[in-house]
């Protein structure tokens, strides 16, 4: 039986420990800087030397403070979790901002091992280490490595199982904060050691520097213990003692012992060469993110992004279509009959799913887009470039992208906000990017600008529809940052990573990831949906019809046109005594006052929650026209109100517009909303709040346009 | 006035700096000490738009400070 041992692989980010993790479970995964994307726990396995080891990769970080949800993550799975060995990956050409991270491993006390990955560049640089003395100095084993070429992957592991095995044990060192330091922790340590409690999950000294530090987390903790009154009073003294002294925080003082017996450790191990030369990334950023240069290309990567999105996925969305389309027709030829089981088959299970699969494409295209700008290091400059910008409506640069993705579809955009590292930020581009204009809103904008705007307007109407989208957006991002999401924002603080070239291999599988979170998380919500509303439009199913259907069909016999208008008239009647139909007449009241009262547009918003597009086609189901657009532009106009006067102007038209634009998200949307903000209860109110904005905006368009004269 | 105090931003691109104070609240100095920025430490200034974001190289690496960041960390020359 092999023995099983688990490690965790810690580091910073841009470490190489996702190289590092791929190579020893063979099982590749994205390569990048996105902080947000290993906040999944990310595990694998590998038998190495008669050991089933199991790899866990923790978060990258640069600290295990309890200030983000990564830094908490990682320290909470080696503290709950105790895993057997923790391997410390260390870019080893930044060594010493990397080593804080392993000091505050150390303070743990676990089992650690080191890896200086990436020592073929650092030497390349001017740096060599004495890896014995390394060894010693820092009290734990240390191994070089370099992960993208696999070398040396087996001599850390051969030093993990050493350290599981009881061999080649270095005595710890202390990392030594100073006397007066040391001797409040002390004081800290007498007080704590009475809860045995809490010492059996928390060695004591890391609870004391943390109680020094201030540690929300640890804080909490302390708080239910029985001893919490005595252990508080003591640290709240030394904290006061020591502020007395130093003038300055106990939590910075530990930072600079910290980094002074890396210093010290380096000083005595590392030959450092190197001088700040002009690298190669240096060059290219001297371009990228030139002051005048920088906005330019951004835009114009942003517009060849997009435009290779639509042109590479709107044929295969094309495709899917038609092929969900010909699965339908063709299950739909082996039922004999109309029956109810058809219905349900083909136009609410298989138009389901083809619901959740036609957004593949467009999630994998642009997912190819971001994982080879974010494996090149670019994305980060992105947010440089952005960030004044954004600055400005209160969120950061990497708010920037998700914000254009939109444009495109904001089913692809949302999940891309994950790469905003501060929650507050995420959630508010979240929240406010369904206000960006998709894609499926166009056939919309389409058919109504082209039925009440003369010809010259129409780009002009089109473009405002775009640029209200965004006003709206940058107002409520706003206010949410202002009132629902309130606190300074993070600072925004982050790393440039050199310029590399993403290999094939880890693009495909962060596509892949992307695809696969999708359809499993959001597939099933959407699919749900889009049942329930087809339950909607097709039920009650007994119908009682104010003309025989089938006996007129049946007059009408070899006469197509005929056939095809009385089937016409059949759905549009079908539809209008459905459950979907009566929910339309319920609301026609709440749409009056937005100029659009009347149910067939309220029908028409209710489907609109399956894909805004949607609207089009059911207006064409109800006004019996099918999916010829000229003809429902006039049935359009020909809607009348009850008193004899014509239901659309432009100016009702516009309203209109701009509720499908800003109101309920689609139900892609609204499930990767709770998919991403994992929360249900965000998702809803998603729904709510923006549909309350698309009324306001209406209302105010509606009722402002006609005081100031238009009809 | 070589050795004058002076925030991040009006430091001219490719000059070398001392750090002297990082002010901002605790979160700010928090994050750059763990990404090596402490008071003390050397930088370079690599790109920097004006009262926006900028770029700096500490030891090797590259750090981006975003906008408003860079007022709150003192420097001399």
Redesign the interface.
Known sequence: MAKKITIALAGNPNSGKTTVFNNLTGQHRHIGNYPGVTVEKIEGRLNYNGYQIRVIDLPGTYSLTAHSIDEIIARNFVLEEKPDVVINIIDASNLERNLYLTTQFMELGVPLVLVLNMYDVAQKHGVTVNEQRFSELLGNPVVFSVATKKERMHAFLDAAIDLVEGKNIFAKTSIGYGADIQAELKKIEDVLVQDKLILEKYPSSWLAIKLLEKDDEVLRKIKKSKYADEVLEQSEQSIQYLEGIFNDTPEAIIADGRYGFISGACSEAVGLNYELRHSVSDKIDGFLINKFLGLPIFLGLMWIVFKLTFTVSIPLMNLIESGVGGVAALVGSLFPAETALKSLIVDGVISGVGSVLVFLPIILIVFLAMAFLEGSGYMARAAFIMDRLMHKIGLHGRSFIPMLLGFGCNVPAIMAARSIEDKKDRMVTILVNSFMSCGARLPVYALFIAAFFPQDMAGNVLFSLYLLGMLVAVLIAKLFRKYLFRGEAAPFVMELPPYRMPTVKSILIHMWDKAAMYLKKAGTIIFAGCVIVWFLSNYPQDVSYSRNYDALLQSQKGYIEQIVELEKQREAEKLKKSYAGSLGRLTVPIFRPLGFGDWRLSVALISGIVGKEIVVGTLGTLYAVGDDSAALGRALRNIERTDGSKLFTPLVAYSFMVFVLLYIPCMATIAVIKQETNSWLWALFAVFYTTGVAWVASFVIYQGGRLIGFQ | MADALMPLFNVPEGK?VTVTEIG?????????????L?EGVKL?V??S?GR??C?I?????????????AHKIMVKG
């Open positions: 070398e901002g609240g605790q979160a700010l100095r928090r994050r750059l000490t763990a990404m090596g402490n370079k690599l790109h738009h926006g974001a770029v190289l500490v030891q090797n690496t590259r750090l981006m400070l975003g906008h408003g960041m």
